[in-house]
């Protein structure tokens, strides 16, 4: 089993920045390629953008591509995302997601260990 606990949320202006962190706990964090997911109300879960297992290989969301770097400590057992240059249209619950495979995946349906979420809220 892998724990995930979501820190960093809150509310921010348009325009402003923050970041997410995701504490893993349990199983080898190293093992694991790790997600970002996001959901709005009355929306579906969408993905954010992903890392794999050491790191050297991301992929984004086209909606947020040049304003949000995901990044991992391994170290540290923790990922992150860097969120800059919020839109409103940002506003959502941020979802960690941990899958235990080394290579990134954009498909909610193929991680098998999720955080409780952070809500961020976008101010316009």
């Known amino acids: 089993q892998v724990q995930l606990v979501e820190s960093g949320g809150g509310l921010v202006q348009a325009g402003g920045s923050l970041r997410l962190s995701c504490a893993a706990s349990g199983r080898t964090f190293s093992n694991y390629a790790m997600g970002w997911f996001r959901q709005a109300p009355g929306k579906e879960r969408d993905f954010v953008a992903a890392i794999n297992w050491n790191g050297g290989s991301t992929t984004y969301a086209d909606s947020v591509k040049g304003r949000f770097t995901i990044s991992r400590g391994n170290a540290k057992n923790t990922v992150y995302l860097q969120m800059n240059s919020l839109k409103p249209e940002d506003t959502a619950v941020y979802y960690c997601?941990?899958?235990?495979?080394?290579?990134?995946?954009?498909?909610?349906?193929?991680?098998?260990?999720w955080g409780q979420g952070t809500q961020v809220t976008v101010s316009s």
């Open positions: 997601a941990g899958r235990y495979y080394s290579t990134t995946s954009y498909r909610a349906n193929e991680y098998d260990y």
